[in-house]
């Protein structure tokens, strides 16, 4: 089935600094790639994805690129704000029999210090 | 509000008991995932099940199982219940059979003492 390794594991910025988490996936013929936020003690929610069919996709401070050659897509969000500190997942969308369900990252601990 | 319903919001039980989560999905959604998610193992596909008919299974246990209504909710039972079972338990829907559209609840945190 499909694996989602993701890095880093912990991650603190100043404010106003660019933040990358990178993910890499096994399965080739996955075809889409969703990122989620979680802020503590709340449900994970969706704030951008990405389809197999495109490699960069931009919403305002957060983009998302994807390199399918190499299996592995990284969130990069700009100009951070400390409301942007969370726990940030990946997750692939698998083929064949894996195709039901995404798969996570174990996800990254972003802190925005003022 | 999502749209996905998770009740109830807290749990505590003792170990060897049974319990059952319960999700509402988002209104049209067919599908409905389960994860558990612990401090070291991030978010663990449990199931799914899509209009009411189980379509993929994750490593979920054999103390655990779920089924969906024909209302299309959702219950996860989890029986002889043990320490390693504290987590947080989610439940996600989605439209169709794909894992497009996934939106979360807001979980249920099980306590087992």
């Known amino acids: 089935g499909e694996n989602v390794e993701q890095h880093p594991s912990t991650l603190s910025v100043q404010e106003g600094d660019s933040a990358v988490i990178k993910c890499t996936y096994s399965?080739?013929?996955?075809?889409?790639f969703p990122w989620y936020k979680q802020e503590l003690g709340k449900r994970p929610q969706l704030i951008i994805d990405?389809?197999?069919?495109?490699g960069e996709k931009k919403d305002q401070r957060i983009a998302v690129t994807l390199n399918k050659t190499a299996k592995h897509f990284s969130l990069h969000i700009t100009e951070t704000q400390p409301e942007d500190s969370a726990v940030y997942f990946c997750a692939a969308l698998g083929s064949g029999g894996s195709n039901y369900k995404l798969t996570f990252g174990k996800g990254t601990l972003l802190t925005v210090n003022p | 509000d999502s749209g996905v319903t998770q009740t109830p919001k807290h749990l505590i039980t003792a170990t060897g008991q049974r319990v059952t989560l319960r999700c509402s999905p988002r209104?049209?959604?067919?599908?409905v995932y389960w994860y558990q998610q612990s401090l070291d193992q991030g978010l663990q596909f449990l199931i799914q099940?899509?209009?009411?008919?189980?379509?993929a299974k994750g490593n979920i246990l054999e103390r655990f199982s779920a089924q969906q209504f024909p209302d299309l909710h959702s219950e996860l039972n989890l029986s002889s219940l043990e320490l390693g079972d504290s987590a947080l338990y989610f439940c996600a829907s989605s439209p169709g059979g794909r894992a497009l559209g996934y939106t979360f609840g807001s979980g249920t945190r099980l306590t087992v003492v």
């Open positions: 399965d080739s013929a996955s075809n889409y």
């Open positions: 099940y899509y209009n009411g008919e189980e379509r």
């Open positions: 990405i389809r197999s069919n495109v």
């Open positions: 209104s049209g959604d067919l599908s």
